[in-house]
């Protein structure tokens, strides 16, 4: 197979070429299903006479690895490794927009912004109607030629290193003349001139130059110690000699002005990094990738990357790059976890290799190991399903990888409507890892400490003295059950509210169990005052606040908080949770049985429960919890911590997740849900970056939640005996 890319390179007079170009071993690379392997994908290229260095990075599922071929010196015979040196030419526009992307996230700048607002009176100020922004500068967008018109003639006369005497001054030269096409009249124009100035004004707004820029938003926060613009003696030491399109040595090309077009240097190791944390959606890159504007037909562009199918049907996000004797690809495909680098110090392309690389690997081996996962879990599943065990949705992934997805059952019995994938269960208990986050959240805005006692967002309860927040997060709190204060003295003929419940426990003060963080007793009612809290400190519902701070931010469509008797509406695609009447003989929804009354008078109670989601939703979710995105590394070491008492007893939870350091599987937080009809169930493999999500909506005599036979599968441990691991009656 032939794989035809458009080629966005910075060399000359930075040509975009619409075909395949005529490149040292691009036609003879093998087709996709003969590849047996790394070497045999890059051989035609090393093989070709004239090139010189290959290097290669792989990720792949966290791990890292690397492939080099050549010499990077024509003086000594020196092969390249992770360490070499290389000019990545145009994928130093990534990291303009990556920095971009966070000076939005603190507010310095906004993507709709004018680049007037942060030049230099007189520059760039133009008319509303053709005002160029921040983001037209990012997706190419901006109408903006290519290059400067007055920056020509400095190409001609030295093609060698044709940027290196462009000076600011110039750049503001044109800017004042240029005179921008109204909006409704621009074209998509890949433009090293708008990328270039867009790194400049980043510098102008944080007063400092672009190198500098660059290590305080990407190279140190990701440990890039070698990605570079300036060479020390290191960097020459590790240097590859760059080669021109005949293979003959040329210069290094020094970008000055428009260094955020293509000025950086690096390695394939700091590039994987890169990447890696491209994927897992570090440092606000998540942004960067979604297409915005179609820069050529089926070709998107977001903030600098590119978006397009490969040969082998992936959906990949790249970019590529060329100076003068050097040719850069960076790509990676996120749902699949894999990301490919790879340079070379002769200015032929690497584009094709890079794409059939990670074809490649979306085809090996261990793509295999998780198809037989999948059939070995609905295996699992469905023998369950077909003994009247299981009911219900789900989902198990490696590395944010689903690799078994399914639905058995019935979501509406009585309208014989099946479960699919996408539909949405009440969640139960799972619910409280997102009032546990509610509650961080508003920590982290200082409008609470968890150091706070309850009484002081809950003033009618002052005699419950000592309960703090963070007490209640751990279920240390020595509450009553509202469960049974309910049952005691609230009217069954209404349904009742956090605020109905706790006037109870102010009216009739019921007995704590036990001194605050004396015991751990697992508490609905801590949970139920955490949402109060929620809302009282925030001035929102808890579902409002919830929808505003979480669900709506991570994209999750059909997360929702659902009192279906409270507050009936109609939800589509809903899974009716069922339970077995002996008496009828059959499957009903609770609100039919006298005996489980409680599901109608307390569905008012939000905090708790009455989170409603589905499995994918809930992956989003998970892998939320993987970036930085609502809160930071040390807020969630504090929420996947196990807390002791005071008597130094191990709770075995956190903040809204249950915490077991396993030896067979690391690190878990795992969470588990019960209500009438429902059985839901999530688990997250810290260590290993698995996960296992069960839905489940009919409650029977005998229902499975087999998740010990689904840990064996991930990790491949014979199964043992097929005793169920966890009974529900």
């Known amino acids: 197979m032939r794989y035809c890319l458009i080629i966005l390179s910075a060399i000359a007079l930075l040509f975009v070429a619409f075909a395949c170009k005529s490149q040292i071993a691009i036609d003879s690379l093998p087709a996709l299903d003969k590849v047996q392997s790394i070497d045999e994908i890059a051989k035609p290229f090393v093989d070709a006479e004239g090139t010189h260095a290959l290097a290669i990075g792989i990720y792949q599922n966290g791990e890292m690895s690397y492939h080099n071929y050549g010499t990077i010196s024509e003086e000594k015979a020196v092969a390249p490794d992770e360490f070499s040196m290389f000019e990545i030419g145009s994928i130093s526009k990534t990291f303009t927009t990556g920095i971009l992307a966070q000076m939005v996230e603190e507010g310095k700048v906004q993507l709709n912004d004018p680049i007037s607002k942060y030049l230099p009176d007189g520059i760039g100020d133009w008319e509303e109607d053709v005002a160029i922004t921040l983001e037209e500068l990012a997706t190419h967008s901006s109408g903006m030629p290519r290059v400067p018109g007055n920056m020509t003639w400095q190409f001609v006369m030295n093609m060698s290193n044709p940027y290196s005497k462009y000076t600011v001054e110039n750049l503001y030269d044109f800017l004042k003349k240029y005179e921008p096409k109204a909006k409704s009249e621009r074209e998509p124009m890949y433009s090293n001139l708008g990328m270039g100035l867009l790194g400049h004004i980043l510098a102008l707004v944080n007063g400092t130059d672009y190198e500098t820029l660059v290590q305080q938003y990407i190279s140190t926060p990701l440990a890039m110690s070698r990605t570079t613009i300036t060479l020390d003696a290191w960097h020459k030491e590790h240097w590859a000699d760059g080669h021109d399109e005949a293979g003959k040595p040329t210069s290094n090309w020094d970008i000055p002005t428009l260094a955020g077009a293509g000025a950086i240097r690096s390695n394939t190791s700091d590039m994987l990094k890169y990447l890696k944390a491209n994927i897992n959606n570090e440092l606000a890159f998540e942004s960067t990738h979604q297409p915005r504007k179609e820069l050529y037909e089926k070709v998107g562009v977001g903030l600098a990357w590119i978006e397009t199918a490969s040969g082998g049907g992936q959906t990949v996000t790249w970019h590529n790059g060329g100076t003068g004797g050097f040719r850069a690809f960076a790509g990676f495909v996120k749902d699949k976890d894999i990301a490919v680098v790879a340079f070379s110090n002769t200015a032929v392309s690497v584009d094709e290799i890079g794409i059939l690389i990670l074809d490649y690997l979306d085809n090996s081996k261990q793509q295999q190991q998780r198809k037989v996962k999948s059939m070995q879990l609905d295996s699992l599943y469905n023998n369950l399903f077909q003994q009247g065990k299981f009911n219900g949705n789900v989902l198990v992934a490696e590395s944010g990888n689903i690799i078994f997805e399914k639905a058995y059952g019935m979501a509406d019995i009585e309208n014989q409507v099946a479960l699919n994938p ?43 003295d000592g309960i703090t927040i963070k007490h209640l997060l751990i279920h240390t709190g020595g509450m009553a059950d509202y469960f049974d204060l309910a049952e005691k003295y609230w009217d069954k003929a209404k349904i009742a509210t956090n605020d109905d419940i706790i006037r109870l426990f102010q009216k009739h003060q019921p007995e704590r169990l036990f001194q605050p963080n004396e015991s751990y007793e697992y508490s609905n009612t801590g949970y139920l005052l955490l949402g109060s809290i929620i809302e009282r400190v925030s001035g929102k519902t808890f579902e409002n606040y919830l929808s505003e701070k979480i669900f709506l931010p991570l994209d999750m469509q059909n997360t929702f908080v659902y009192r279906r008797r409270y507050e009936p509406r109609t939800v589509e695609n809903y899974a009716q949770g069922y339970v077995y009447s002996d008496s009828l003989a059959r499957k009903v929804l609770p609100d039919e049985l006298a005996s489980e009354s409680y599901v109608i008078y307390l569905d008012g109670i939000v905090g708790d429960g009455m989170v409603n989601s589905n499995i994918y939703d809930l992956l989003k979710w998970d892998r939320a919890l993987y970036s930085n995105k609502l809160i930071n590394e040390e807020d969630k070491k504090h929420i996947f911590s196990s807390y002791k008492t005071s008597n130094d007893d191990d709770t075995n939870y956190g903040f809204g997740w249950g915490i077991d350091n396993t030896k067979d599987y690391g690190k878990i937080a795992s969470h588990a849900g019960g209500w009438v009809g429902y059985i839901t169930y999530i688990e997250r493999h810290l260590d290993n970056d698995k996960t296992i999500i069960i839905l489940q909506n009919q409650v029977m005599d005998e229902i499975a939640l087999p998740r010990k036979k689904t840990r064996k599968i991930l990790y491949n441990i014979p199964m043992g005996d097929s005793s169920l691991e966890q009974k529900n009656k």
């Open 422 to 464: 996408s539909t949405s269960f009440e969640l139960a208990s799972v619910s409280k890892q997102f009032t546990a986050m509610g509650i961080v959240q508003l920590e982290k805005e200082g409008k609470l400490s968890l150091e706070d006692e309850m009484s002081k967002y809950i003033p009618e309860l002052v005699h419950y």
